[in-house]
C-alpha cells in the first residue's frame, strides 16, 4: 500500500545529464530516477526495488530544484510518501511531468527511508550545469517522538556562505524539526564586497542578515535561523492541523 502527499509542481528542464550517489552501495532497496524527454517536456519517476525477501516499510522524498542560468531565478518542488514493499519487489512511489528549457539547470535527488528514519538508498541527477554537491538530507534520532526529516539544498555563492550552510545544517539537525520541507540557504551580492545570506523555506524567507567574515558571528547566526526555521515549522503544522480539523 502506498500513500503520498504531493506539493505543487515546478515548471523545469535540460540537457547534460549527470548522475551522482553512485559510489554509495545500499544492500536493501535501490532507489532509481527514471527521466524520459519528449520535446519540452521531462517525465520523471521515482523508483524502488526491495533487494531483500521480505517485507519492507519504507517513506521517501523526491527532490525537484530547478535554477535559471540568465536570471538565476530558483524554484523548488518536493513530493514525500511511505509505501509497504513485498520482497523482491519493484515499483514506482511517485512521478511529475515539467516543461525544460536549455537555459536551465535542474537537480532531481530520490531519498529512501526506513522506519526509523535512516537512508537506505538514494539516487540524483543533474541536467544542464556543473555538478555540485549542494544538497544534504537532515536525519535525526527520534527525540520525544519527534524526527527530523527534510531537505536542506546549499544556493551560496562563496566559502562565507557556505560555511554558514554547513553550521546552520547542523544546528537544524539538532533540534529534531520534524519536517519535510525544503529549506534553501541563498546568498546575494550586496553592495562592496559583503553578501546577505537569506534562508527560504519553499519561497517564504525565514531570516536573512549580512554575512561577516567572523566565526562566532557565523555560529550564533546559525542558532539564530535553525531555531527560526524551527518555530516556522511549528507555526505551519499547527495550522495545517487547524485547516484539516476545521
Known sequence: MKYLTSYCVCII???????????????????????????????????VENLKSEYKNISFILYVSKTNK?????????????????????????????NIDKTDQIMIALFIYDENNVVIGKDKIMIGGEQ???????????????????????????????????????????????????????EELTYGRTTKIIVDVEGEIVDEFIAKPDEEFLEYMAVSSSSKVYKYFAMKEKQDKSIFQY
Open 132 to 186: 555540485k554537491e549542494n544538497l544534504k538530507v537532515a536525519i535525526a534520532k527520534p527525540v520525544d517522538g519527534i524526527v527530523m526529516k527534510g531537505i536542506v539544498s546549499n544556493d551560496t555563492k562563496t566559502k562565507l556562505g557556505n560555511d554558514f550552510y554547513d553550521l546552520f545544517f547542523k544546528e537544524l539537525a539538532k533540534l529534531n524539526a520534524n519536517s519535510s520541507k525544503t529549506v534553501t540557504i541563498q
Open 70 to 98: 540568465t536570471n538565476t531565478n530558483k524554484a523548488n518542488n518536493s513530493q514525500d510518501g511511505r509505501a509497504t514493499l513485498e520482497p523482491l519487489q519493484k515499483t514506482s512511489l511517485s512521478s511529475t511531468r515539467i
Open 13 to 47: 528542464f535540460i540537457f547534460n545529464i549527470q548522475v551522482a550517489f553512485s559510489q554509495t552501495e545500499f544492500k536493501e532497496v535501490k532507489a532509481k530516477i527514471e527521466i524520459e524527454q519528449v520535446e519540452d517536456v521531462l517525465s520523471i519517476v521515482a523508483m
